[in-house]
């Protein structure tokens, strides 16, 4: 048996039984699906993802990537070759490809149940095969060039990295220094150095092709200091023909000078990536092409940050998932101790230790937040699917695209820190000694989830772009628009008033959550007064995670409400024992983070209301 353990059934219940998602299949773009076949891809991607893709996870663990710096080159190890190339083979990445482009349509909901699956096998095996997803930046953004080359990216199933990163610019892209040098023929000579530049060298596909920001040199109006200044280069690894895609077998002057020895999904490669060094190789430059012909860099790089945010959120919760299930059969058969009402008794029968208190909170803890964050991500997808459908319709819904954008932070930032957190302190726990030995997968899941809260933005930068940018520049309509989503829902009577006192605390959790964005709506505004104080800017910086984590309480807490509902009113049906037991138990997970978790949201509004400047005061050396 694979390492990897899904839940269909919860993905299943939420596309359709909360979030309604029959309402979009066969309609505009998706005429061609229906529910059963929605199911039917979701059952197969099921079975591919517990098999062949998990089958390399670990090994690929044991034996990572080997790095030949003598030709530049990476050795993928070959067990998970077979499980990349089962994955390309089976076709599921060409769901997220337009028909134009050979992909099957199908919606962003949709999409996102996928990807959970096989995120949750093998994420790596996801993340390398992210070429034919980038060709659709090309597609949407590219002159006629640059779409035959999205072509080529997908006929030929070619790699493709986000290339952003430099080691003195970090999370500050707009200070990188990577330069683009325009040439007679139109191209550009790429020159400089990236770091942390996920998938950039492997033996899995013929060419990878490099979407590179870089500052133009010697261009009017263009190049200029920050991100406003950058543009998007596409470079590839080898060179090719244009017409046929066929590589010309001439190098292109980019290439991988170090991997990364990493603490876990180590055979996912992390590069430096240098361009343009007449030192290496045969001293060719980086040659480049600006996509679209058009100086807009960080709008169209933006396009994939977006997608690799969500995905970053959905890997995480996957895991947890997967570590939650796993740890739950453990304490199915972990005989250990008495019961705790016979503890006094030495002869009393030893036991499972599901039937301990402690274990119980934990495994309901891991249970509710894990079905609270997957209900985060389909209904931030099922809010995709609004803007997909109005964008095939030749129509903008921005409503729909703001909410997304509010959303996307609580999936990346509040997903990955919940999950790792949780897999540590919680799933792990649960197998004692045992889960931190590599018989069991789970101390791989905690060295792998980490890396979720850091790239594609830290915790912290997502919660800045929460206030700062979908909040604050939004003018909170965004926020304002959900929050009165979770009031309606809160002044409903269904459940037979079951749910009453749950409906209370998320009234009272969203009441709090509110507070601490006034709190720190007040102090930006202070901050920037002509006779306030600048530096109440920092009581907002201290708030701003603390803001993403209240929120992404609140909205789970919500969704997990929503789904308790329609539970209860199966609950009242006939129903077959398995059913039953799924519906008690999204009842008890709703009550239970409504009960446990919400009530924590009155101290961290206390918290962000009482925020001085003391921290701030203090000197570096007392620290």
Same mark, same amino acid.
């Given at each position: 048996?694979?390492?990897?353990?899904?839940?269909?059934?919860?993905?299943?219940?939420?596309?359709?039984?909360?979030?309604?998602?029959?309402?979009?299949?066969?309609? /505009?773009?998706?005429?061609?699906?229906?529910?059963?076949?929605?199911?039917?891809?979701?059952?197969?991607?099921? =079975?591919?993802?517990?098999?062949?893709?998990?089958?390399?996870?670990?090994?690929?663990?044991?034996?990572?990537?080997?790095?030949?710096?003598?030709?530049?080159?990476?050795?993928?190890?070959?067990?998970?070759?077979?499980?990349?190339?089962?994955?390309?083979?089976?076709?599921?990445?060409?769901? #997220?490809?337009?028909?134009?482009?050979?992909?099957?349509?199908?919606?962003?909901?949709?999409?996102?149940?996928?990807?959970?699956?096989?995120?949750?096998?093998?994420?790596?095996?996801?993340?390398? !095969?992210?070429?034919?997803?980038?060709?659709?930046?090309?597609?949407?953004?590219?002159?006629?060039?640059?779409?035959? &080359?999205?072509?080529?990216?997908?006929?030929?199933?070619?790699?493709?990295?986000?290339?952003?990163?430099?080691?003195?610019?970090? !999370?500050?892209?707009?200070? /990188?220094?990577?330069?683009? +040098?325009?040439?007679?023929?139109?191209?550009?000579?790429?020159? /400089?150095?990236?770091?942390?530049?996920?998938?950039? #060298?492997?033996?899995? !596909?013929?060419?990878?092709?490099?979407?590179?920001?870089?500052?133009?040199?010697?261009?009017?109006?263009?190049?200029?200091?920050?991100?406003?200044?950058?543009?998007?280069?596409?470079?590839?690894?080898?060179?090719?023909?244009?017409?046929?895609?066929?590589?010309?077998?001439?190098?292109?002057?980019?290439?991988?000078?170090?991997?990364?020895?990493?603490?876990?999904?180590?055979?996912?490669?992390?590069?430096?990536? %240098?361009?343009?060094?007449?030192? &290496?190789?045969?001293?060719?430059?980086?040659?480049?092409?600006?996509?679209?012909?058009?100086?807009?860099?960080?709008?169209?790089?933006?396009?994939?940050?977006?997608?690799?945010?969500?995905?970053?959120?959905?890997?995480?919760?996957?895991?947890?998932?997967?570590?939650?299930?796993?740890?739950?059969?453990?304490?199915?058969?972990? +005989?250990?101790?008495?019961?705790?009402?016979?503890?006094?008794?030495?002869?009393?029968?030893?036991? %499972?230790?599901?039937? =301990?208190?402690?274990?119980?909170?934990?495994?309901? %803890?891991?249970?509710?937040?894990?079905?609270?964050?997957?209900?985060?991500?389909?209904?931030?997808?099922?809010?995709?699917?609004?803007?997909?459908?109005?964008?095939?319709?030749?129509?903008?819904?921005?409503?729909?695209?703001?909410?997304?954008?509010?959303?996307?932070?609580?999936?990346?930032?509040?997903?990955?820190?919940?999950?790792?957190?949780?897999?540590?302190?919680?799933?792990?726990?649960?197998?004692?000694?045992?889960?931190?030995?590599?018989?069991?997968?789970?101390?791989?899941?905690?060295?792998?989830?980490?890396?979720?809260?850091?790239?594609?933005?830290?915790?912290?930068?997502?919660?800045?772009?929460?206030?700062?940018?979908?909040?604050?520049?939004?003018?909170?309509?965004?926020?304002?628009?959900?929050?009165?989503?979770?009031?309606?829902?809160?002044?409903?009577?269904?459940?037979?008033?079951?749910?009453?006192? #749950?409906?209370?605390?998320?009234?009272?959790?969203?009441?709090?959550?509110?507070? +601490?964005?006034? %709190?720190?709506?007040?102090?930006?505004?202070?901050?920037?007064?002509?006779?306030?104080?600048?530096?109440?800017?920092?009581?907002?910086?201290?708030?701003?995670?603390?803001?993403?984590?209240?929120?992404?309480?609140?909205?789970?807490?919500?969704?997990?409400?929503?789904?308790?509902?329609?539970?209860?009113?199966?609950?009242?049906?006939?129903?077959?024992? !398995?059913?039953?037991?799924?519906?008690?138990?999204?009842?008890?997970?709703?009550?239970?983070?409504?009960?446990?978790?919400?009530?924590?949201?009155?101290?961290?509004?206390?918290?962000?209301?009482?925020?001085?400047?003391?921290?701030?005061?203090?000197?570096?050396?007392?620290?």
């Amino acid at each position: 048996m694979g390492h990897y353990k899904s839940n269909l059934r919860d993905i299943v219940f939420n596309l359709f039984e909360v979030l309604g998602r029959d309402e979009v299949l066969g309609r /505009g773009p998706y005429e061609d699906l229906d529910h059963d076949t929605a199911v039917a891809v979701l059952t197969e991607v099921e =079975h591919l993802a517990g098999t062949k893709l998990a089958d390399s996870f670990a090994s690929s663990d044991h034996e990572p990537p080997v790095f030949d710096p003598a030709d530049h080159t990476v050795a993928v190890p070959a067990a998970f070759k077979k499980s990349f190339q089962a994955y390309m083979d089976a076709g599921f990445y060409q769901l #997220e490809l337009p028909s134009e482009l050979g992909g099957q349509t199908t919606p962003p909901s949709l999409q996102w149940a996928v990807n959970e699956l096989t995120l949750g096998a093998n994420p790596a095996v996801y993340i390398y !095969s992210a070429g034919p997803k980038f060709a659709t930046v090309l597609w949407n953004n590219g002159v006629e060039r640059d779409r035959k &080359i999205a072509r080529h990216m997908i006929e030929r199933q070619w790699g493709a990295t986000m290339v952003l990163t430099e080691p003195d610019a970090g !999370s500050d892209v707009g200070a /990188g220094r990577t330069r683009a +040098i325009p040439q007679p023929d139109g191209s550009w000579h790429i020159e /400089g150095v990236k770091r942390f530049i996920t998938s950039a #060298e492997h033996d899995m !596909s013929e060419n990878i092709v490099h979407l590179v920001l870089a500052r133009p040199v010697g261009v009017e109006g263009h190049g200029g200091p920050g991100t406003k200044g950058l543009s998007l280069f596409v470079v590839p690894k080898h060179h090719f023909d244009l017409e046929t895609g066929e590589l010309t077998g001439e190098r292109n002057g980019v290439y991988v000078t170090g991997v990364e020895h990493k603490m876990g999904i180590k055979v996912s490669t992390t590069c430096e990536l %240098t361009f343009g060094d007449p030192s &290496i190789g045969a001293g060719a430059p980086a040659r480049g092409w600006l996509l679209g012909e058009v100086h807009d860099g960080i709008a169209q790089m933006f396009q994939v940050i977006e997608h690799a945010r969500m995905m970053v959120g959905t890997k995480a919760i996957a895991t947890l998932s997967t570590g939650y299930l796993n740890a739950l059969d453990y304490a199915k058969t972990r +005989i250990q101790g008495a019961d705790l009402i016979m503890a006094a008794d030495k002869a009393a029968p030893r036991v %499972t230790i599901t039937h =301990h208190p402690d274990v119980r909170r934990s495994l309901l %803890t891991q249970k509710a937040f894990v079905e609270g964050m997957r209900a985060l991500v389909l209904y931030t997808a099922s809010i995709q699917d609004r803007v997909a459908l109005a964008k095939a319709a030749g129509e903008r819904d921005v409503a729909a695209e703001k909410l997304n954008d509010l959303l996307l932070p609580i999936v990346k930032g509040y997903g990955s820190e919940r999950s790792w957190v949780l897999l540590g302190t919680e799933s792990l726990q649960t197998f004692g000694g045992s889960g931190f030995l590599q018989d069991y997968p789970i101390e791989q899941y905690v060295r792998d989830a980490k890396i979720d809260t850091l790239y594609e933005g830290t915790t912290a930068i997502q919660g800045q772009d929460l206030f700062f940018r979908k909040i604050v520049r939004n003018k909170g309509l965004a926020l304002g628009a959900i929050s009165a989503e979770i009031m309606q829902f809160i002044g409903r009577q269904a459940g037979n008033g079951q749910l009453k006192e #749950e409906r209370e605390l998320l009234q009272q959790g969203l009441i709090d959550a509110g507070a +601490i964005v006034e %709190t720190m709506v007040e102090s930006l505004t202070a901050a920037g007064s002509p006779e306030g104080d600048p530096r109440d800017v920092y009581k907002v910086g201290l708030n701003t995670t603390r803001l993403l984590m209240a929120f992404g309480d609140v909205v789970c807490a919500w969704l997990l409400l929503r789904g308790a509902e329609v539970a209860l009113d199966k609950l009242n049906t006939d129903l077959t024992e !398995s059913e039953q037991r799924f519906y008690e138990g999204k009842v008890a997970s709703a009550r239970w983070f409504a009960r446990t978790v919400l009530p924590k949201l009155a101290a961290e509004r206390a918290i962000a209301e009482a925020t001085d400047l003391a921290v701030m005061d203090l000197p570096e050396a007392a620290f």
